[in-house]
């Protein structure tokens, strides 16, 4: 079956840490997204890839890094920086790498809660 | 004021009803639209995309765009308890590296 896997489904996190978001797509697309959502405040955009080794920054990218070392597998990681992490987490790729493309497939998400 | 607005209800209707979801834009540089479905704790899944004025049909569901109102809509035809869900619209910005921009969603509840 094809499609976006994120892991894991419900993350933890004491404040001060760092942690990573796994984003996987075997859709051969070029390019992936990451998104949080929030209650009332829709879809936001943190970071883009639209190839390997190369990713921009979105609208709220503070606190927040990413890689992409494969075609693949676009992470996530979530730095002590960030000061209101939690959040719903959601991964999204587009075959598209010509810019932000107007199909995009989502994963099913990560909620991220800071104890 | 923002590039999209929608009413983000929630939208209560009973089971059979037509349900029209709408979302106004104001930027006139959109050119392609979409909607979304978005169940509780799940990713948004794509329902219709079109990039012209007038209407798309697929099955239950059809959408209309008004470039000349900056509006767009979604209708459900006899709406189903498993229609419950936030519908989110997205429009892309073909002036600007063709970004995505999306409405904040808006809540559906049909009841049997």
């Known amino acids: 079956d094809g499609g976006i896997t994120q892991s894991p489904k419900y993350l933890f996190r004491k404040e001060g840490q760092n942690v990573t978001l796994s984003c996987e797509q075997n859709l051969n697309h070029d390019a992936m997204y990451w998104y949080r959502q929030d209650p009332g405040q829709g879809l936001r955009l943190i970071y883009y890839s639209q190839i390997v080794n190369d990713f921009q920054k979105g609208d709220i990218a503070e606190g927040y890094s990413v890689s992409r070392e494969k075609k693949e597998s676009f992470p996530l990681t979530v730095t002590s920086a960030q000061k209101n992490p939690t959040a719903f987490y959601l991964c999204a790729s587009s075959p598209d790498r010509t810019g932000h493309t107007d199909t995009q497939y989502f994963g099913p998400g990560t909620r991220l809660t800071v104890l | 004021q923002k590039e999209v607005e929608q009413d983000p209800g929630p939208l209560s209707v009973p089971e059979g009803a037509i349900v029209s979801l709408n979302c106004t834009y104001s930027?006139?540089?959109?050119?392609?639209f979409m909607w979304y479905r978005q169940y509780s704790r799940k990713g948004p899944e794509l329902l219709m995309y079109?990039?012209s004025s007038g209407n798309k049909e697929d099955g239950r569901f059809t959408a209309q765009v008004d470039k000349s109102s900056k509006y767009i809509s979604l209708f459900i035809r006899d709406s189903q308890p498993s229609d419950s869900a936030t519908y989110l619209c997205a429009m892309v910005n073909a002036g600007n590296n063709r970004k995505l921009i999306w409405g904040l969603g808006t809540s559906l509840a049909v009841n049997p």
């Open positions: 079109t990039y």
């Open positions: 930027n006139s540089a959109f050119q392609y």
